[in-house]
């Protein structure tokens, strides 16, 4: 079965360095996703990527972070200058198409840890 | 706004038993979806289940069934005879079809323990 496939499982950061989280989604799919999950909590939207732009985004999706495809297959969360309430599991998701009814398909998570 | 309530934050039942898992939600669209996510100790996010706003009919599949009413706003699930493998998170989370970007706001989770 199709799956959405991260790396790294997990990194730890030092605080103010950058990180780059890197996801490779379903083949077919043209919808791709971030949301992070803090120890504990509920899992939180960050961002929507669509057509090579970003579709819709949350107030925690700040300057800090960006998205990327670099090329055929990748989807690339990048957090430029990590703080210790980066600290999560970041989980890539994507969806066939646009809809809000659309399974959306998850990832294993990345766990990034700010030291 | 969207809103997804999960009143029960933990539930611990013995294997066999059955458990059900509560969710409320807040929407003003007519036309949404709302989705059953397990999370096991391995971190994944497991899809369970999709169900659109206009189709109000219970589902089961195995031993999960959902339970789906409008006049309540709830979208419960029940797990029968329940095996220590269903221990996890479960999130309930929802769509509104005006959000063209897809996404999802999720409930805090319900941990389920199942003890043996």
């Known amino acids: 079965e199709p799956e959405v496939t991260q790396t790294p499982s997990h990194q730890v950061t030092q605080m103010g360095q950058e990180v780059i989280l890197r996801c490779v989604p379903i083949?077919?799919?043209?919808?791709f996703y971030w949301y992070r999950q803090i120890l504990g909590q509920k899992v939180e939207f960050l961002v929507s990527?669509?057509?090579?732009?970003?579709?819709?985004k949350s107030e925690i999706f700040d300057d800090q972070f960006s998205v990327e495809r670099p090329d055929g297959s990748n989807f690339t969360l990048k957090i430029r200058s990590t703080k210790l309430e980066d600290s999560a599991m970041y989980f890539c998701?994507?969806?066939?198409?646009?809809?809000?009814?659309?399974?959306?398909?998850f990832g294993e998570g990345s766990w990034l840890t700010v030291v | 706004a969207q809103k997804v309530t999960q009143a029960q934050t933990e539930i611990s039942v013995v294997e066999k038993e059955d458990v059900t898992l509560d969710c409320v939600y807040e929407?003003?669209?007519?036309?949404?979806?709302l989705f059953w996510y397990k999370q096991p100790p391995s971190g994944e996010l497991v899809f369970l289940i999709r169900?659109?706003?206009?189709?109000?009919q219970n589902e089961i599949s195995g031993r999960y069934s959902w339970n789906f009413q409008k006049s309540t706003s709830s979208f419960n699930f029940t797990i029968t005879a329940s095996q220590v493998v269903d221990s996890a998170v479960y999130f309930c989370?929802?769509?509104?079809?005006?959000?063209?970007?897809?996404?999802?706001?999720f409930g805090g989770g319900t941990r389920l323990m199942v003890k043996p």
């Open positions: 169900r659109n706003s206009f189709d109000e």
């Open positions: 990527f669509y057509n090579n732009e970003i579709s819709e």
């Open positions: 929407t003003r669209d007519t036309t949404y979806y």
């Open positions: 998701a994507s969806t066939l198409s646009r809809g809000p009814g659309n399974t959306i398909y």
């Open positions: 083949s077919n799919h043209l919808y």
């Open positions: 989370a929802l769509s509104e079809a005006d959000n063209a970007g897809n996404m999802l706001t």
